[in-house]
């Protein structure tokens, strides 16, 4: 956001910016609320091993320079991502047509910078733009921008493509038509394939009905944090390298009461000896074929 907000004020008032003391007053309480925000991301992470902890230069997160380099990068966010998930191809291709479309007047530029500041920030964080479609929701807000913008100069759009305005017209409905019905059946794919009998349902169902809710909990997971979120606790989320019997010790020093996890992480991993090392040393409350949950 700092570059469209640097450009609007540019525009404005020049030089004078620098001098201006409501916009140093802006920066300055924007930057305090961000510093405070990650200066409390990295104390959670400090206490509990819990966020990103981006403060650490995470290899997910800051310097992935080999994807950058790599076509794979750019197939995946640019792509599958954007042009297929989150605009629909039909609605990209408006995007790409607006994003061509010549600037009338000097403030419009804003939506540019807005849209390179986002590009930037793409390629810095490259390796989570990669793993994660979220991430790429700021670029929605300019984009629908420069997608609306054939519909707002159609005059421009039928000198562009040499039909005439109605012909115009019926061509950019039917890009409107098939963004819609392509969007729904992503949708409906999407509920489909949602598996409410999962293991890890059937787990947070169990996990809210014999704990508390103030109980904390050690989460065995593959690196995703979602466990504590499903089961709605707090506590620990731990691979499975981690568990020994000193970590749980620490752990129990700190409050964990419970030790949870979905058994295919285990198998998965070939860590069959941890499930057993758990199973003969803690009280078992649950021990169904998909997951676990014992009483430290």
């Known amino acids: 956001l700092g570059l469209p907000l640097l450009f609007l004020s540019w525009t404005k008032f020049k030089f004078a910016l620098f001098r201006e003391p409501k916009i140093w007053l802006f920066a300055g309480i924007v930057f305090i609320a961000t510093f405070a925000w990650y200066y409390h991301s990295h104390s959670l992470k400090s206490l ?9 230069m995470s290899t997910d997160k800051w310097g992935n320079l080999d994807l950058i380099v790599s076509l794979k990068f750019y197939n995946d966010v640019f792509f599958k991502s954007l042009a297929e998930r989150h605009f ?19 403030p419009e530029k804003v939506f540019d910078y807005w849209l390179l500041a986002i590009l930037v920030y793409i390629l810095i964080v490259a390796k989570g733009n990669q793993v994660h479609e979220y991430y790429q929701l700021p670029f929605m807000l300019p984009g629908v921008i420069f997608l609306a913008k054939p519909f707002a100069r159609l005059s421009d759009v ?13 061509v950019l409905t039917s890009f ?8 729904v059946l992503r949708l409906v794919h999407i509920f489909n394939s949602e598996q409410y009998d ?10 809210q009905q014999v704990t508390q809710e103030s109980d904390l909990v050690i989460a065995v997971s593959n690196g995703n944090p979602v466990v504590l979120y499903n ?3 707090k506590g620990w989320n731990c691979s499975i390298s981690e568990i020994n019997e000193s970590y749980i010790r620490e752990k ?4 964990a009461k419970y030790f949870i996890g979905e058994k295919n992480i285990f198998f998965q991993s070939g860590a069959e000896q941890q499930l057993d090392f758990i199973r003969n040393n803690y009280e078992a409350v649950i021990d169904s074929a998909e997951y676990l949950i014992v009483k430290l």
């Open 252 to 255: 129990k020093d700190k409050g």
């Open 198 to 207: 999962a293991p890890l349902f059937a787990l947070s169902k169990s996990v």
């Open 176 to 183: 409107v038509v098939l963004t819609i019905v392509l969007s």
């Open 48 to 56: 509990t091993g819990l966020t990103f902890g981006i403060w650490e």
């Open 158 to 170: 039928a000198a562009a493509i040499h039909l005439r305005e109605s012909t115009s017209r019926i």
């Open 88 to 106: 629909t191809y039909p609605a990209f291709i408006l995007f790409l047509f607006g994003l061509f479309l010549k600037r009338r007047w000097e």
């Open 231 to 233: 089961v709605e606790r």
